[in-house]
């Protein structure tokens, strides 16, 4: 039905730059909030950022001043720019959307498949 397919991952070296992209297709009547999480080697899947369809974002701590998130509402998309790097960002980097299909249906959470972020020298 729904449809969420991310782009941009790979390897930059520490301090560098990626931009990750998302975009949702299928049946949408509206998204509520978009956001990306992360599950690095032995970790546990932890969000990083946040958009809802109106108001404010949410970081988490460990990317604020470094990450931006950016949603584009027209376009159903919504990207992550990444900046100064660490080792630890490396991870895989999920893209997720809560979906309401029909008018006056609760919304669902969909998932893309994950890309991978390898941050190394």
């Known amino acids: 039905q729904v449809q969420l397919v991310e782009s941009g991952g790979g390897l930059v070296q520490p301090g560098g730059s990626l931009r990750l992209s998302c975009a949702a297709s299928?049946?949408?009547?509206?998204?509520?909030?978009m956001g990306w999480y992360r599950q690095g080697p032995g970790k546990e899947r932890e969000l990083v950022a946040s958009i809802p369809s109106s108001g404010s974002t949410t970081y988490a701590d460990s990317v604020k001043g470094r990450f931006t998130i950016l949603r584009d509402n027209a376009k159903n998309t919504v990207a992550l720019q990444m900046n100064s790097l660490k080792p630890e960002d490396t991870a895989v980097y999920y893209c997720?959307?809560?979906?309401?299909?029909?008018?006056?249906?609760?919304?669902?959470?969909?998932w893309g498949k994950g890309t991978l972020v390898t941050v190394s020298s």
């Open positions: 997720n959307a809560d979906v309401v299909v029909e008018r006056g249906w609760s919304a669902v959470a969909y």
């Open positions: 299928g049946r949408i009547f509206s998204i509520r909030t």
